[in-house]
């Protein structure tokens, strides 16, 4: 079993020093914190992670979750996490005090969750879920839901889900079917099917909270007659007592990965005694939901850096104990009489560690930055910065879904490889993570789904004011490395990379203009490629930046390795990733396309 | 369950069309064969997948091979896949047929295996194995060996295994330790221990017969210091009866894939009453075994491509029976009335299936081009020809091992996605292919190691004789594509990159001629991706004009689709596949380097 999961220094470096989170202490909303109070929650946070989190991470994924009699069973974890969590402030702590929250950043908690992420992604999900469902209440039901669901939820007595995803529907919720009946007595009957519901069930929860999106009687077709509901697994009265409310657990699903973490497919109102409590007003549920979803796809590029970071330890911590080889000497031949090098010692070894920790950390940065724009937004003190950060946090949103989920796998991947044949087997956690991240790139929008919105929705936004907005924020980053003369090259390059995203543009928004979204939209994919390692190299011009000025700050207080691994793994990132673009750049000028459907006959066989 | 796993169609288009296996047939070693006698051995594998292989692979990965009490307990139809396997000619097709075989050519002998490791990944391990070990006795033993092991062998009643790898070596073979002491009595006793012995026991086998690398007292260190031994399970007398031989079974590895297909421990005179019999001379075993190891890349590269293509085609079914989601209309919104598209209808989800074809069917036709280089070898009339194929074999089995490996699982990745939520989903079996052509990127010499060999043994061997030699021949495919108009583009694309390659090698050579080995090889990886997607390049290009030839063939008996299908993956290949060339040459030709290590302290930390 590997040691280490996470490195602090670098987390605390990202929240502190890149992305400045003393600043956000003079905001009113968080003035009440300052330093101390948040690296107090990160170690109790580290301190739970280390003793009820990480030892359990092997055992959650050889004793899945599973459904026996109706029910579904799951580790005992489950529970700790759920009611130590609870105690801790893990589903609350980035709430209003109102709300029975401790009001720290997003940016705080996010980096709390990465560490619990980090130590066991079977986990987390179970309070991340909950919160997610409670901050709907929160933010749209009326006072009595609020009060009888929020209070338990936020405790981790009781669990919280989303509801969306139907058998017939899949990613297109426009054709989602499940009905809501009106009643006389405020409630509505609610019927229907729903599928892949993240810890939809278990044997700890004395209730479960689903927030289910339906259809209620003579809705219109399509998103715009799509409504959200409190459906509890069991209602509770006036004075709090339960009684089963006819939501069935149907099955679990047995998965690739994220064993630990159910995933369930349950019916609604088989007995036609299920009731539903709307929330907010009718029609408006997909708008509710969606104002949730930035903080579930932050959620999802967390977890997806935080299992690479877990598997970049593991598989340092092999490359540096495993002897194996020798140098080549300078006659092409190895020495057997020689000692056997340790394999970290291999430019082919060190080249899949710097990926995996530019992949990581420049991820764990992004995904920081994206909680950043969050907490800018929520206390912003006019419209207009409001609407700044809004537009900012929406721009790189589907990156930072995307590029962790998608470069996570990859660096995982190069992480398995470097244990040689134990990567592949079951004795070592490599496997698992390769496993476990998989699911990644699927969760709350593919990568597919999020690259339509990247080209479909987000550059096209305000037209083009969006990116004229990022494109802004990436300029001051590369005016403030100049500054450093062993930089300058790098920003030139990332300029570079910035007016070739313009050209590909200027090439592809003709077919937007001319109404053929099919063809603009046909290499969507290739385009997130392209921009999500733009955005990366922003983020890694920004921490050598930061580094740059440490190393020459006599008061910097971690090593000079700390910061020359920053400056190094940057380098890495611009001389074996960044090249990557010219090829897209490619693909996404080439005027030909053969992935759209031309002839009659299909030839894809 | 998918129905499909392969498309027999186009197998069949490799091998006599691209690939012209009839030509072989007016070599004297396969006279007595022709295309009548081809096809019902291929149809005879075939219906044997399809039966007693394709319905079980789920199963053998869902009930995987596991120790028990010392032994290693396999799935029923390891049995089978061993004794019927045997009769069919599995495992002896392609020997002499003094050596009890069919004399059948390698590469329609590795298209009948493309059959069966397509059906089941899990089992033909065992037979090509056993094959494997049985050429080595053939070739390099003694009669009385050959006598006494490699007619059951050939039968499938006793198996065979291949053991290298040691736990303090790994794929340094120069610091194995296993020892062998003469005696009087013509045999050696060993004592030693080897890891991840791919069938290296089972309930089933009468015997088990093990070519073990160990060093004889007193031999030089490193790798001239290793001799061959046959090491059986159990020692048969004069008059065949057997007698247990001290190889003890320490344990099974638990894996990632491949569940079905037992990977052991095996310990070597635990009890000092362990016999072995030197294969050939003393200290020629690393050669000797290194002989057998193209065949056994070649297995890897078409084990790796023929499970990318039971994932090919289930999710190509999937794509064809799904629905989901709607075209965009002019106005880039969706209309809800409409109705809901086949997934294979989206230019994304084409993308995605384009790609697999593309790495399924190139990774194919390099593989039997692989195969057919043997066969020009073995019957080479000429020590000239007999070189020149040799040489030209040695210059591609690195790719062709590697390109199936990495790319396969990419295109398995991609399949994958295809799926959605249900691609991560046990029901489905696309989660344990991904699962599965893992481990190919690891067996017979990882990705890097065969990088090494690439760079540093191929693209060197007589100072670039070999190739220029292959050069010569992809020149001979783009001037025979310049016939056709339509291909005359991507004639012209396949001369660029051959040039490009050129221009890297000029770059790095002058490490090399420098005697700076490391950093020569710092990248070969990288000039790995490249060149595999320049020898993939020219085998589409060479599969698109034997198309096209057939377009306008009036005798073709495919449908018109089908040679579209191939023209329009070769467009797809040359547009998003081959383009990643134009990164990869500006990491290989970047002056800097950030992979080998420069200061004392580590900065990857």
């Known amino acids: 079993m590997a040691d280490k999961y996470i490195d602090i220094d670098t987390l605390k470096y990202m929240l502190y020093d890149v992305h400045q989170l003393e600043e956000l202490f003079k905001r009113e909303r968080f003035v009440d914190h300052d330093k101390e109070s948040i690296d107090l929650f990160l170690e109790s946070n580290k301190d739970f992670a280390d003793k009820e989190l990480f030892p359990f991470v092997k055992e959650m994924d050889e004793q899945p979750a599973h459904y026996k009699d109706g029910k579904v069973y799951v580790h005992d974890q489950v529970k700790t996490m759920m009611h130590k969590g609870g105690e801790l402030g893990v589903i609350s702590a980035s709430f209003d005090y109102d709300d029975g929250g401790m009001q720290i950043p997003l940016l ?37 839901l609020n009060e009888a669901y929020v209070p338990k939820m936020l405790s981790g007595q009781w669990g919280g889900t989303m509801c969306l995803t139907e058998p017939q529907a899949g990613s297109s919720l426009s054709d989602i079917v499940t009905k809501a009946k009106p009643t006389s007595d405020g409630y509505y009957n609610i019927t229907g099917q729903k599928i892949f519901i993240s810890g939809g069930d278990n044997q700890f929860a004395e209730n479960i909270v689903h927030l289910v999106l339906a259809r209620i009687e003579g809705a219109p077709k399509g ?3 799509i409504s959200l509901f409190v459906v509890p697994k069991n209602r509770p009265d006036a004075s709090g007592v339960l009684t089963p409310n006819d939501v069935t657990t149907v099955a679990d699903f047995q998965k690739l990965g994220q064993r630990g973490y159910c995933t369930t497919h349950l019916g609604f109102g088989d007995a036609e005694d299920c009731r539903g409590w709307l929330v907010g007003n009718e029609n408006q549920g997909l708008n509710y939901m969606f104002l949730m979803m930035n903080a579930a796809r932050i959620a999802v590029g967390r977890g997806a850096s935080a299992i690479a970071s877990a598997a970049y330890y593991a598989s340092l911590q092999y490359a540096n104990e495993r002897p194996q080889g020798r140098k080549l000497s300078s006659d092409g031949k190895k020495n057997p009489d020689e000692n056997q090098s340790l394999i970290i010692e291999h430019p082919d070894v060190r080249r899949m560690l710097l990926l995996q920790k530019a992949v990581v950390e420049g991820s764990m940065s992004l995904v920081l930055r994206a909680a950043k724009y969050y907490d800018l ?14 537009t900012l946090l929406e721009m ?17 991947n190069n992480g398995l490889q470097v244990l040689g044949g134990y990567g ?16 990644s790139a699927i969760y709350e929008g593919t990568t597919g789904i999020q690259s339509q919105d990247l080209l479909g929705r987000k550059i096209t936004m305000g037209q083009g004011s969006g990116l004229a907005l990022l494109s802004a924020e990436i300029l001051e980053t590369i005016e403030a490395s100049k500054k450093h003369e062993a930089l300058q090259p790098y920003a030139a390059i990332l300029s570079e990379k910035l007016a070739l995203t ?25 385009f997130m490629e392209f921009f999500s390692l733009i955005i ?11 580094a740059q000025e440490s190393l020459k700050d006599p008061d910097a207080s971690l090593s000079e390795e700390f910061y020359i691994g920053k400056i190094e793994t940057m380098k890495y990132f611009f001389s074996y990733e960044l090249p990557k673009t010219l090829g897209q750049a490619a693909i996404l000028m080439d005027p030909t396309t053969v992935t759209i459907k031309k002839e009659k006959e299909e030839y894809i066989n």
């Open 424 to 439: 592949f087997c079951a004795d070592f956690i490599l496997q698992q993570y390769y496993r476990d991240i998989r699911i």
């Open 396 to 412: 790189i949103i589907p990156v930072v879904k995307t590029y962790p989920s998608e470069a996570g796998s990859y660096a995982v």
């Open 223 to 225: 998103t715009k007659g």
């Open 536 to 546: 990366i190299g922003w983020t890694w011009l920004e921490i050598a930046t930061k």
């Open 108 to 144: 705080a908690h996010t980096a709390a969750y990465f560490i619990l992420d980090a130590a066991n992604n079977h986990l987390p999900g179970y309070a991340g879920l909950t919160q997610g469902a409670a901050e709907l209440i929160i933010h749209f039901a009326n006072k009595a």
């Open 377 to 390: 937004e929520v206390t912003a003190t006019s419209p207009e910065e409001k609407n700044k950060y809004n």
């Open 502 to 526: 313009q050209k590909i543009l200027q090439q592809l928004m003709p077919h937007a203009v001319k109404g053929d979204f099919e063809r603009y939209l046909a290499d969507a994919s290739i």
